[in-house]
């Protein structure tokens, strides 16, 4: 179990928490009581479903700050899930004179809200002219709310008194106040609060709309979310507006520059690596992403601060070490870092960089053959993938269903090399 999962056991144990939840509805906690076992600050950070202990996931339980130092655990229904629809992605273009950012090595949040900014994507979403005002931590301010409890479906009131929040981004038009929670990598859901408090604070202090928006960058797309809080005292009345996708100059690719890695590419012996059960590729980048921002990230940091389970946590790191990309090693914790050819291949341009990317894949028979395969009769099934994986040297699979499952993670990767060239 991870740290963090041991010792909210322990708080649960110790003090019953689950009897008072049941009782009362609620549990309060300082951080002065999770500061005995370990940071408040690092217990009680879960932005995503996944971040969240497996104790609190059994019992259908979130967690929300409700003053600086303590919070309130329930059956509260604390996030919301996110799809990406299929939206064409708008082309933008950053200003000439500026050279401080390289679209291309965008791996932080903050770098990515200023690539966003400087290319007019932020004025875009405004539909006017926009200035950064507002970031950083402050205080939340005052206010109460109403939430929805996950088991019975009614409301519960909570009150909050100058709990601290965090703005990733607030940008100001004549009109409108754009608060902005940004993520570097692709995501299944995000905790409410985090556009919630924002709103609610500057919703008391300005007379102007305040509009919350959720974006991530992930593959070189900059993905907005914009929604609106329909009820202001509710918390959950979240309403997703509209999607707006966009890609700072992106240099094509074309099926042909796919064909062209195809017949280059060298295979190579399969490595001693168990065969990947990672169906999203996407996330495999995501990874890539935050190691070459981060540097080396132990297999806990990666799971708590990330939109990964444990288990995915697992799956994606032996994909992208499959794949020759990443580096494991041991020192009492599991770490992971980008191999050589990893950070080559990240600090490529967009174009060079995905096409390196697709080429470490294809440097794998299975997918080497798979996407010949694809090109010969411009079809592919899974079960045709199950009959090439058979004709090769594959590790760690030997059962039929495990080739099946596995045949799934193939012409997963195989559609998302064939989706670049749009």
Not at 355 to 384: C, P, Q, W
Request: aromatic fraction near 12%.
């Amino acid at each position: 179990m991870r740290l963090i999962e041991r010792n909210w056991e322990k708080l649960f144990n110790d003090y019953d928490i689950l009897s008072h939840i049941q009782r009362d509805g609620f549990y309060t906690i300082t951080s002065a009581l999770i500061n005995k076992v370990h940071e408040a600050r690092l217990m009680t950070k879960f932005d995503h479903k996944a971040n969240l202990p497996d104790i609190f996931t059994r019992n259908k339980i979130s967690i929300l700050p409700i003053t600086r130092g303590s919070y309130i655990l329930g059956h509260f229904d604390a996030y919301q899930d996110i799809t990406y629809a299929d939206v064409k992605n708008i082309r933008v273009s950053l200003p000439a004179h500026i050279e401080s950012i390289n679209y291309s090595n965008l791996y932080s949040e903050s770098a990515c809200l200023h690539c966003a900014y400087v290319s007019g994507i932020i004025n875009d979403i405004a539909e006017e002219a926009t200035l950064p005002t507002v970031s950083g931590r402050m205080s939340a301010g005052s206010f109460s709310f109403n939430i929805r409890n996950v088991l019975k479906g009614n409301l519960y009131p909570v009150t909050v008194e100058n709990s601290q929040l965090e703005i990733d981004g607030g940008y100001e038009s004549a009109h409108k106040l754009i608060i902005i929670e940004a993520k570097n990598f692709t995501a299944d859901d995000f905790l409410i609060r985090q556009l919630y408090y924002p709103y609610r604070l500057w919703k008391s202090r300005l007379a102007k709309d305040v509009i919350p928006v959720f974006m991530t960058y992930s593959n070189d797309v900059f993905s907005f979310f914009i929604y609106r809080f329909n009820a202001l005292n509710e918390y959950n009345s979240l309403e997703l507006v509209q999607q707006r996708n966009y890609i700072i100059d992106p240099e094509q690719i074309t099926l042909d520059d796919i064909y062209q890695v195809l017949q280059t590419v060298q295979v190579a012996p399969e490595p001693e690596i168990p065969f990947p059960q990672a169906n999203s590729m996407v996330r495999i980048v995501d990874l890539l992403s935050i190691l070459m921002e981060h540097g080396e990230l132990s297999a806990d940091y990666i799971t708590q601060n990330y939109a990964f389970t444990e288990r995915q946590t697992a799956y994606y790191t032996t994909a992208a070490i499959y794949l020759g990309l990443v580096r494991k090693r041991r020192d009492g914790a599991v770490y992971y870092t980008l191999s050589e050819e990893g950070r080559r291949v990240m600090g490529l341009r967009h174009r060079q960089k995905v096409l390196g990317i697709v080429e470490a894949i294809l440097k794998h028979e299975v997918f080497n053959m798979a996407l010949r395969e694809y090109f010969a009769t411009f079809s592919l099934t899974r079960d045709r993938i199950v009959d090439i994986m058979k004709q090769c040297t594959i590790y760690h699979v030997n059962s039929q269903d495990t080739i099946e499952r596995r045949a799934h993670s193939v012409l997963k990767w195989i559609e998302w090399i064939l989706a670049l060239a749009d």
